[in-house]
């Protein structure tokens, strides 16, 4: 009898074992301000998974940029404990974390700094090490994916935000990242690049966080959505649910998404 027992306790133990080392982030306690007597984001604990599509909505200023920035360990001085795949974002573990992390900036120019669009997204491939036959083609289908092959040899200055966009999302397609990070992916773009953006993120199967004010973006992308209000997770749970719900909206400084108004009744 304390033989089954064991062995219960066992299972239990492997099955929370696996449960771990499928999580792929997670926030403990979270705080962190730019400025000392400003508190910006403030005990913020979530896990994520292998699988999961997360959108992280909430009104301007609530955030959302700085907790992206947190996990690709752009702000180091936080408090509490963010790991990704068991590893501590910190000084000293940032390259492994870059490796496992695509991201794409809210503003382009942060992330574009090659003069000519082939070599701002060969450059991580490169920079990994990879033969140029192989990095050529990574190139060229990453730019067939966000379909601007015809600006390769661009130069960066001369593109529009759109564009610079679309560039900036191939950069991290060029890599396989186990883990994708878009911030405001959605701006600049138009319907056809919006639509194509979409197609896109639901072929990435793995885990990906996407902040956002474009709610029917997120509704078509993700299965679950992180609420943030004033530096704080409100809400975190069902795309479908939280998106759906007017008044939760509504009280944080959001709006439904387009597809869902004038659906009341
Ligand atoms: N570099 C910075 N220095 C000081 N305050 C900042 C800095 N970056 C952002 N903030 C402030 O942090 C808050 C959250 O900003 P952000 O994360 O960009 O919000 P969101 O992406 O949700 O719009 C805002 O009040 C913003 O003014
Ligand atoms: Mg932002």
């Given amino acids: 009898m304390y033989a089954g027992r ?53 009104a301007n200023g609530v955030g959302k940029s700085t907790l992206l920035k947190l996990l690709v360990g752009l702000n180091l001085n936080y408090e509490g404990s963010i790991r990704i795949e068991e590893i501590p974002v910190a000084k000293e573990t940032l390259p492994k974390i870059r490796e496992k992390i695509g991201y794409v900036f809210q503003d382009s120019d942060s992330q574009l700094f090659m003069p000519r669009v082939f070599d701002d997204v060969a450059f991580a491939p490169r920079n990994y090490g990879l033969p140029e036959e192989e990095v050529k083609k990574r190139v060229e289908k990453a730019l067939a994916m966000t379909k601007i092959g015809h600006l390769k040899d661009k130069q960066i200055y001369k593109m529009s935000g759109g564009e610079k966009k679309l560039a900036s999302i191939a950069t991290i397609l060029a890599m396989t990242p186990d883990i994708i990070l878009m911030d405001e992916p959605s701006i600049a773009l138009d319907p056809r690049n919006r639509r194509n953006l979409i197609h896109i993120l639901n072929g990435f199967g793995h885990l990906k966080i996407i902040a956002s004010h474009d709610l029917d973006l997120v509704l078509d992308t993700c299965s679950r959505v992180i609420l943030m209000h004033e530096g704080r997770i409100i809400q975190d749970g069902g795309a479908k649910e939280i998106l759906s719900d007017k008044e939760l909206l509504e009280s944080h400084g959001l709006e439904l998404p387009f597809c869902m108004q004038g659906q009341s009744g």
């Fill in 6 to 58: 064991a062995s219960r306790q066992e299972k239990n133990l492997r099955k929370e074992l696996e449960i771990m080392s499928h999580i792929h982030i997670a926030f403990n306690h979270v705080n962190f301000s730019y400025e000392k007597s400003a508190p910006i984001l403030q005990d913020i604990t979530f896990t994520a998974h292998e699988h999961d599509s997360i959108g992280l909505i909430g």
